[in-house]
């Protein structure tokens, strides 16, 4: 079988979450199969990607750039096609919501959540139409639909209106595979200024992530407590966290850290008493497997798969309610015992999941649409 495996969306450190999916899937996939052959296609932002050297992968770089969306979503339609048959793909596997509405063989498409229709205030309105308009025919017009939660699943169902058995779900892995010892904690603590305890979250850079609430939050929660709510990645635009906005005193406690090292990711968040999740939609939440898997105890919203993907290692909240998040807060940060369950629970969640997990469940997808076309 000769499969396809379309990158052409991957814009390195633009595209987030797809961007690991894409790349921990490569990479999973290389590493468990030698017999079928692959052919990523790659933008001219993402030919250089770090991806694998394995002999049964080829990279093939189209001459395009993926930050010009128009000619990516016009090279998708016209010439990915008249390349598949040229090259005798059996099928082509689309990663980042939207494919090739034609070509001469299968197509399956993975589409991670639908926030085009969910996060449509948060989203430019020519990208939300032009995204919306693609993703929901490339559902359509595919042979399968791979999606990365049963939560993100019944979204499709019922919006875009598929039957169940076209649609796939495929859990996903860690967002990356944190190293507890990877940089030396004396020097991120003077580096970082994280002496005492700490709540640690990401920032996100988007209003969906929901950092003004958990700030908000913090504050009322964490008065006569001696932590700091440590920040890591971009601020949503208009984060609360100056002097002026939060008070001298609160303001003082936040430490928005901006991009750090990945190397220093894993030791942040071990060493936190709390790990919070606030966010008002995800179609999977890898966050909460990274801190799982460096062992902190889990706050996590109530929103979209988070529940579904946390299970029972982390306690919940309502993230539309400031006084929810604050009291489940303050309830961890005074409950050693809790916290201690919950690490122990993470630990033993985070074992459901696994890139190899989902190179293989991938794997079983392309050979039965594979069969079932060839038949």
Known sequence: MRVGLN????????????????????????????????????????????????????????RIRALHRPARYAWEQFALPW?????????????????????????????????????????????????????????RRSTRVITISHFSKEEIKRVLRLPSDQVTVTHLGPGYEPNLNSSPWDAMQNQYDLYGPYVVAFGGGSSHKNISRLIMAFTQACKDLPHKLVLIGHLPPGTPITADELGMEASFRIHALGYIPQAHIGPILGHGDLFVLPSLYEGFGMPVLEAQTVGVAVACSTAGSLPEVAGNGAIFFDPSSVDDIAQTIRKCLLDANLRAELRRLGTENVKRFSWEKTARETLAVYQNVYSACAS
């Open 7 to 62: 990158l052409l969306f991957l814009i390195p450190g633009i595209v987030g979450g797809t961007e690991t999916y894409a790349i921990s899937l490569v990479k999973a996939l290389a590493a468990i199969d030698k017999e079928n052959e692959y052919l990523i296609f790659l933008n001219r932002e993402s030919v250089n990607l770090k991806l694998t050297e394995a002999r049964n992968f080829q990279r093939i770089e189209c």
């Open 83 to 139: 390349q598949l048959q040229r090259l005798g793909v059996d099928l082509v596997h689309s990663l980042g919501y939207t494919g090739p509405l034609t070509s001469h063989c299968p197509r399956l498409v993975t589409i991670p959540d639908l926030n085009f229709s969910a996060l449509k205030d948060t989203m430019p309105k020519v990208r939300r139409h032009a995204l919306h308009f693609f993703s929901s025919r490339s559902a």
